[in-house]
């Protein structure tokens, strides 16, 4: 019975205990003791303690039911990673979940590189040859006053866009609860900052926006979370730096996070971050703020998210070391799902400026010139999943910079422009 049970919650991806209920129990309880061939009298009142046995064994027999049809309807919600900031229910008291991930693809780019790695390496970095994107490995523990969590992973984007110190860490952190809805956490993390994730199933594309590219990946330090209702979620942040697990100077980064769900598909966050990156040897201090704010929607037939960015620092200006400097950045994305999901047809629209590289540092064009990166990008795209945990997809993207930088290269010459295809398979437990 149980088998046929788990076989009816893999296909329809729902939780059976809600329509059995008590049937569930005692046809469960029935088994039990007929299994067990125990005679009529063990209901008597001086075996009433086996009896209570099976009693806790038939609801932890309904606990692990309720918590694989729970894991098996995340396969369908990972897109956006909408759920980063809810706090881990603890209906089901102690649980701990191991899961893995993998993603390879081939690549083409129309710019010529000395090195293994496209400019903005992050996914599918290698051009005209396969890769693995990554092998990941996780796990995590929740109950009622701690969880904890763990990652690790390897391939191309550990390598091209990860840190160079605990490079095969991607996260690690362990929470306490403070009061029922108030937690602290502190560790390693996945950055909480922008719409997409360094997991390309978890994006619309499977490439990523050069804003994502040059928005923290990792972080390290403390987290308060305080989910103030079901539908609002308030954090304060302390990390070592901007995107760095490792401290690379005196300050440290402070941000703020504020995360309203209009329903358990739609929500709006604002995220800000607060910091220092300069040298210590730095006579004016460049006082970095950079602020997030994104929409996320996953309906049944409609996904959609839109991402704006602001960021300003002080003493940054390329032409007056003096004066603060500025960036901003724009992504629209959007997927139609057809067939009940299993088709999807996807697009991307990204804009990205930041004249005195605030964040891009040092680039050169053809004249080797100091200029930031101003750019425009389109990304289009299919993905087929033919099954709920697994993906193919198929993309071309095209990017282009402003006149004066002229930052790719092919065939001795220098472009403004660049051309892109993808070619990914991933499969997720």
């Known amino acids: 019975m149980l088998g046929a049970l788990y076989q009816k919650i893999g296909q329809e991806g729902s939780n059976p205990l809600l329509h059995v209920g008590i049937g569930f129990r005692v046809i469960l309880l029935g088994l039990l003791l007929f299994g067990f061939g125990l005679p009529m009298q063990v209901f008597g009142q001086e075996n ?9 064994r038939v609801h932890n027999l309904e606990q692990k039911v309720l918590a694989d049809s729970i894991r098996l309807s995340e396969y369908g919600k990972s897109t956006f990673y909408l759920y980063k900031y809810l706090n881990v229910s603890d209906s089901l008291g102690p649980q701990i979940h191991f899961s893995g991930y993998a ?23 290698r051009s005209n040859q396969a890769g693995l994107n990554m ?18 992973h390897f391939g191309d984007i550990a390598n091209s866009a990860w840190s160079e110190k605990y490079n095969m860490i ?33 994006n619309i594309c499977q490439s990523l926006a050069v804003t994502t590219y040059f928005e923290p990946y990792y972080l390290s330090g403390a987290k ?13 942040n302390a990390f070592n730096g901007f995107n760095t697990f490792v401290e690379t100077n005196r300050n440290k980064a402070l941000g703020a996070s504020l995360v309203y769900y209009f329903n358990e598909n739609t929500a709006l966050t604002y995220n800000a971050l607060y910091c220092d990156e300069s040298p210590v040897t730095r006579a004016l201090p460049q006082n970095r703020l950079y602020n997030d704010l994104y929409f996320v929607h996953r309906g049944k037939h409609l996904e959609l998210g839109a991402e704006a960015n602001y960021g300003f ?32 047809i996807y697009g991307r629209g990204e804009m990205f400026e930041d004249s005195n590289e605030i964040l891009t540092g040092p680039v050169e064009n053809q004249y080797h010139q100091l200029v930031g990166i101003n750019l425009i990008g389109g990304t ?31 065939h001795g010459n220098y472009y403004h422009y660049r051309l892109e295809g993808i070619v990914a398979m991933c499969v997720w437990f």
């Open 48 to 56: 009433w303690n086996i009896f209570s046995r099976l009693e806790r």
């Open 103 to 125: 993603d390879a693809y081939f690549a083409t780019y129309s710019d010529s590189v000395a090195g293994d790695y496209q400019k903005f390496p992050t996914s599918a970095p």
């Open 135 to 152: 092998l990941y490995f996780a796990g995590n523990y929740s109950s009622k006053r701690a969880r904890a969590n763990f990652g690790l």
């Open 170 to 202: 991607q996260e690690a952190n362990v929470g306490i609860a403070l009061h029922n809805r108030l937690w602290v956490d502190a560790g390693f993390f996945r950055t909480h900052i922008g719409m997409e994730s360094i997991q390309p199933r978890e």
């Open 224 to 236: 308060l979370s305080f989910q103030a209702s079901d539908k609002l979620v308030l954090q304060l």
């Open 313 to 344: 620092e002080t003493n940054a200006n390329l032409q007056d070391s003096t004066k603060n400097a500025f960036m901003y950045s724009f992504i629209l994305a959007c997927k139609l799902k057809l067939a009940k999901g299993r088709f999807g």
């Open 380 to 410: 289009t795209g299919m993905e087929w999943r033919p099954i709920p945990n697994g993906c193919l997809r198929v993309e071309g993207r095209y990017l282009h910079t402003s006149d004066g930088e002229e930052i790719f290269y092919r």
